[in-house]
């Protein structure tokens, strides 16, 4: 039984030194898009489907926040972390701005 207990001991001191040798995780890149804002169905979400990729984004915005049927560009940052939004890849948006030549139509994603 103490040999087995040492066992465990000796691999759990392993592998958190192999995690801090790790090092930090690299920074991700940047993500922009653009798209039509809409709610999304959880109170207070925002999400925009990205015309080129047609990914959908759930926008993380702190800040004045785009209002729903407006065409956006944005910039942001993947957000690894629980959110109460449950559709779309959550994305801490650091920066939007309004785009007039998107025409959004509900239900209808624009072209590019």
């Known amino acids: ?9 000796a691999m759990t001191l ?20 653009q ?3 809409e709610a999304g169905v959880e109170a207070k979400c925002l999400v925009v489907k990205d015309v080129k990729s047609g990914v959908l984004y759930n926008l993380r915005i ?14 942001g940052a993947p957000f690894d972390g629980m959110t109460i ?8 948006v650091t ?3 309004r785009v007039e030549s998107l025409q959004c139509v509900p239900g209808q994603t624009p072209k590019p």
Do not use: S
């Open 1 to 9: 039984m103490k040999q087995i207990v040492c066992f465990l001991t």
């Open 62 to 75: 702190k800040g004045t926040q785009p209002q729903v049927g407006m065409g956006i560009e944005f910039t």
């Open 95 to 97: 920066k939007w701005a």
């Open 35 to 37: 798209g039509c804002v």
């Open 14 to 33: 392993i592998a958190g030194a192999v995690t801090a040798a790790a090092g930090p995780a690299p920074e991700a890149k940047p993500v922009t898009g």
């Open 85 to 92: 939004c449950m559709q779309g890849t959550p994305l801490n």
